[in-house]
């Protein structure tokens, strides 16, 4: 069975997972998509920096949002307004307890919600008790080091009210080194009967069978693989239905979608337009003239300069 309908889907990623990204995503046929991850504690002080994260891409009918924090009040009460706001386009809403960065688990939010089960159940009766919508949680193996508590702890999420649990194979610890362990997703799709989501190291349409065989997970979450490279989703939904797998983009599709982002991302976000420069770097990887080209795509602070840059390398790997 999918996951709460979804086959494969595009991560949460911050910084990453904007309307220009999950258009694009969402084209080469990810089943749903993930806004970046978004601070409850934020949407309570109406900061409209927070709030423009929920905004829907032109043509966009649903995606699912995840919050952050730790207060359980005060996530309920913002799962509520989102709900509200949404309506329809909310697929549905997921609790993040899988962020290690330092800045997030200082404050309690994120994957520190691991070492801290009660609160996190708590939190999630809370928000499931505030809403209408399916409520998940999306956390990783365990804190670490080596100490795997996932399967109990998605057990626990399940008896609060969880919907469905997504479940990076990794440490808190590990940050992203290492491998993802799918064996770990297939200890927790034993130990629960709500739907699973494995996540972690899935590259290609080759990686996401794998995973599913082995793990019998009900839907894939793919993240970086999905960096300067959106049609990995065309890739996973072929391989995933059996058909053949889609050629590999050329050096002029890779440089033309390069361009479309940008040209999406200028209609967004404006000035923040400099996101583009990582996106810029993802898609030229490898190709002819790229080394030399990062430096200039590094220096890109405007639509124009992108174009520029993109369409002089264009120029190179038509020589290649
Ligand atoms: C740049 C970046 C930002 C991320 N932001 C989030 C986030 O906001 N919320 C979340 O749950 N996970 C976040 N993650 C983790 C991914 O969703 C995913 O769990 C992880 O990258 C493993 O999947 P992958 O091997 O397919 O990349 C982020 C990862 C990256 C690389």
Redesign the pocket.
Known sequence: MPFLGYNVLL??????TDVAMRTLCREQGADMCFT??VSAKGLSFANDKTRHLLDLAPGEDKVAV?LFGHEPAVMASQAAWIEEQMGESLAYLDI?M??PARKIVSKGDGSALMKDPELATAIVSAVKGAVSHPVTA?FRRGWGPDKETAPEFARRMEQAGADGVTV?GRFSLQM?HGF?DWGCIERVKAAVSVPVCG????CSGQDAVAMRERTGCDGV?????AEGNPWVFAQAKAALAGASQPEPPTAAQRLAMAQRHARLLSQREGRNIVRMRKHAMWYVAGLPGAAAARRQINECESLEDFERVLGELGHITSYN
Do not use: F
């Not at 996540?199 to 899935?202: A, H, I, K």
């Not at 979450?221 to 693989?225: D, E």
């Open positions: 991560a949460p990623m911050a910084g990453v970046e991850m995840q993040n899988g962020c999306k990076h992203y993802a996540n972690g190291d899935v979450m793919i993240a970086r693989a």
